[in-house]
């Protein structure tokens, strides 16, 4: 009997991860290539297109040689993808510029004006949040700086799209990678003609629109060579990395929410239609055409461990510098972290917002360094869930997923702190695995989006410690009040 398999192929900020699963959403293999983010000035996050694409191909190339084709039978790819990016092109669709990721700051300034006038009229009809990491946003500053490639492009397009153009010579974006462009209007599902008057662009140097299940053209001949694997597998365009990481702990109904956290990290809910929080605290993001995701993102997840790490001049890996805080007390001895070393986007919007130890003593070891920074982390996803309910009510389940996830430790700290009991699935491929679900909604394997929940393994469930959260309760009070008063010193 043929074993039906499907692949994720989940393009993020650090790495393009490929992998292979059955279609019970058992990982059967998973492969992964390091992407390198350069900063040309200060504040400044790029990425070099051609070698996003060569580790996406290579990611690729890598997991197909787990099928054994006498045996196996590849059903379709899924495409997950970072949201955020912005590339120009030209006429013939060859970069002009570097890919501007998420986390450039550049365009600090634009937001600020924008955010002034008329961002909050933008905001309401994109529900992408006026804030550096949007192209938006990056546009503006494009043109405010005279910044010479724009003014040559021909096309303006994400690292996802021109991964698509290489591969299968079309211009498409799916819902859920256009509404973070904030040029897409969430009510129309059409690009935006306001953001694109703001931006001084035209609709037809933008991509099509297309659903998540949308099956593409075949893939280019000599790539299909290169890969090892027939043109005539069905790549299915998929969908941004935040949805599907949603989509794949199952976390698709109303209260069940989902927190990611691998480098940066977010809190999202799906919702029917297309709310909008009126104090412009979350996005909302569409996804199909009755469904969007909304939440709050954080640009501090991973990343200010890691930054402690290299602080520290630390050897060990994660593990280890995670273990120094296992016997440090709920609270770390007075010690508040915030967690604003990257800048932020939620709950602040304030790329300009900077990290603070609350609290030193001398007593202080580097252990609680590490457990203040672990529960800054998790406070601050706290402090974002509070918008979101504003929006979405409270919720009644809680998935996490990504890279931090495999920390026992934070992810205890993080049920105490919301207080609810935490579901962490086998895997901590979410993104990869809506990516291969999506993949095989397009192909008719399965009908439903929702369907997926039968194919979730959900590997524990932490339970929160009351003492802990009534502690972190008050602390919480204290990490809100810090926020606000050192944010006039940003």
């Not at 026992?408 to 919301?418: K, P, R």
């Amino acid at each position: 009997m043929v074993k039906e398999l499907v692949i994720g192929l989940d393009i993020g900020t650090t790495s393009a991860k490929a992998v292979l699963f059955d279609i019970e959403g058992k990982i059967i293999a998973e492969t992964e290539e390091m992407i390198e983010t350069i900063h040309p000035e200060i504040g400044w996050a790029e990425q070099i297109p051609d070698d996003v694409e060569r580790c996406a191909k290579e990611a690729l190339k890598n997991i197909i040689k787990h099928i054994d084709p006498s045996s196996e039978k590849l059903l379709g790819v899924g495409f997950s993808c970072a949201m955020h990016s912005l590339l120009c092109l030209d006429d013939k669709m060859a970069p002009l510029s570097n890919v501007i990721i998420w986390s450039d700051g550049r365009s600090s300034e634009q937001a600020d004006k924008l955010n002034k006038a008329e961002g909050k009229t933008v905001y309401l009809n994109t529900g992408t949040p006026i804030h550096p990491m949007s192209p938006f946003v990056k546009l503006v500053w494009m043109d405010e700086t005279n910044y010479e490639a724009k003014h040559e492009a021909t096309y303006f397009v994400s690292m996802k799209e021109y991964i698509l153009w290489k591969w299968f010579k079309q211009r498409v974006v799916d819902y859920s990678m256009a509404s973070a462009t904030g040029l897409f209007n969430i009510n129309t599902y059409q690009w935006d003609k306001q953001a694109l008057a703001l931006a001084n662009i035209k609709e037809e140097q933008l991509s099509e629109i297309v659903s998540p299940e949308t099956i593409l053209a075949k893939l280019d001949k000599q790539l299909a060579r290169e890969i090892g694997l027939s043109e005539d597998v069905p790549f299915v365009i998929g969908a941004a990395d935040g949805q599907l990481a949603n989509l794949g702990d199952g976390a698709i109904e109303p209260g069940e929410v989902a927190i990611s956290v691998g480098t940066s990290g977010a809190i999202r809910q799906f919702a029917k239609g297309a709310p909008i929080n009126p104090n412009r605290e979350t996005f909302t993001y569409a996804f199909a055409n009755d469904t969007s995701i909304i939440g709050g993102p954080t640009n501090n997840g991973g990343i200010a461990l890691q930054w402690l790490k290299e602080i520290l001049n630390f050897d060990g890996d994660h593990a280890a510098l995670i273990a120094k805080a296992e016997n440090v007390p709920t609270g770390a001895d007075g010690l508040i972290f915030l967690p604003y070393v990257n800048g932020e986007r939620a709950p602040v919007w304030n790329q300009r917002a900077k990290g603070n130890f609350f609290g030193l003593q001398i007593e202080h070891r580097d252990g609680h360094l590490v457990k203040a920074v672990l529960e800054g982390i998790a406070l601050n996803l706290y402090h974002i869930s509070q918008s979101l309910e504003k929006v979405a009510g409270e919720p009644n389940r809680i998935c996490v997923n990504g890279g931090l996830a495999k920390s026992e430790l934070w992810v205890q700290i993080l049920a105490d702190i919301f207080g609810k009991d935490v579901h962490l699935s086998e895997t901590h491929h979410g993104a990869a695995w809506g990516a291969a679900w999506t993949a095989l909604v397009g192909v008719g394997k399965v009908q439903s989006y929702q369907d997926i929940k039968q194919h979730i393994a959900i590997k524990k469930v932490i339970q929160p410690n009351q003492s802990n959260h009534e502690r972190y309760q008050q602390i919480f009070a204290k990490f809100v009040g810090l926020s606000k008063d050192i944010a006039k010193y940003f």
